[in-house]
T-cell receptor, first 111, second 117 residues
Framework: GQNIDQPTEMTATEGAIVQINCTYQ??????LFWYQQHAGEAPTFLSY????GLEEKGRFSSFLSRSKGYSYLLLKELQMKDSASYLC????????????FGKGTTLSVSS | DTGVSQDPRHKITKRGQNVTFRCDPI?????LYWYRQTLGQGPEFLTY????????KSRLLSDRFSAERPKGSFSTLEIQRTEQGDSAMYLC???????????????FGPGTRLTVL
């Protein structure tokens, strides 16, 4: 079966660093995506990993370990506008090009 | 604006009625996807088109659901004999295809929120 796990909720304060973990078990693997979704809005692309290691993009970084079926999204210098749901998604070979999403992690940033 | 657009943004219908949603992808994207999202869940894949060909359908897509992309541009998703369990946000996404590693980054539209009474 296909399974993607991430924490349901996380809280943090402005200026802090937060790490959102994602573990996956899928029948194939052809890339892992992180999306941000504000309440009532569409998901927007944040990052993509297909090889092991860290991808850095401004305040956001994403890490992948394919052997462990594990990824994390690291958000630095948190801002109030970072309060949103963060979705981990895997592109599985057997699912073609469709993405399999986790349930999302709701991040609340307070001042 | 050249993003993905969806119409309508909201639809309220009575159980048993048929509804149809439209998605206009980013113009140069030849891949189009439909997903369904309920509260507190991530999007669930429904179906995928490359140009006008429907290449994948999820087991979630019962025979009451049908999707088309007749000219390889816009797409429609129809739900016949709606049920209360169909209430959800229906998201459309599009992506280019090609040789780049990131070629399948999917761009999502704002969604159509369906409420079945």
């Amino acid at each position: 079966g296909q399974n993607i796990d991430q924490p349901t909720e996380m809280t943090a304060t402005e200026g802090a660093i937060v790490q959102i973990n994602c573990t996956y078990q899928t029948s194939g693997f052809n890339g892992l995506f992180w999306y941000q979704q504000h309440a009532g809005e569409a998901p927007t692309f944040l990052s993509y990993n297909v090889l092991d290691g860290l991808e850095e993009k401004g305040r956001f970084s994403s890490f992948l370990s394919r052997s462990k079926g594990y990824s994390y999204l690291l958000l630095k210098e948190l801002q109030m506008k970072d309060s949103a749901s963060y979705l981990c998604a895997v592109r599985s070979n057997q699912a073609g090009t469709a993405l399999i999403f986790g349930k999302g992690t709701t991040l609340s940033v307070s001042s | 604006d050249t993003g993905v657009s969806q119409d309508p943004r909201h639809k309220i219908t009575k159980r048993g009625q048929n509804v149809t949603f439209r998605c206009d992808p980013i113009s140069e994207h030849n891949r189009l996807y439909w997903y369904r999202q309920t509260l507190g869940q991530g999007p669930e894949f429904l179906t995928y088109f490359q140009n006008e060909a429907q290449l994948e359908k999820s087991r979630l897509l019962s025979d009451r659901f049908s999707a088309e992309r007749p000219k390889g541009s816009f797409s429609t998703l129809e739900i016949q004999r709606t049920e209360q369990g169909d209430s959800a946000m229906y998201l459309c996404a599009s992506s280019p295809s090609g040789g780049e590693v990131r070629a399948d980054e999917q761009f999502f539209g704002p969604g159509t929120r369906l409420t079945v009474l």
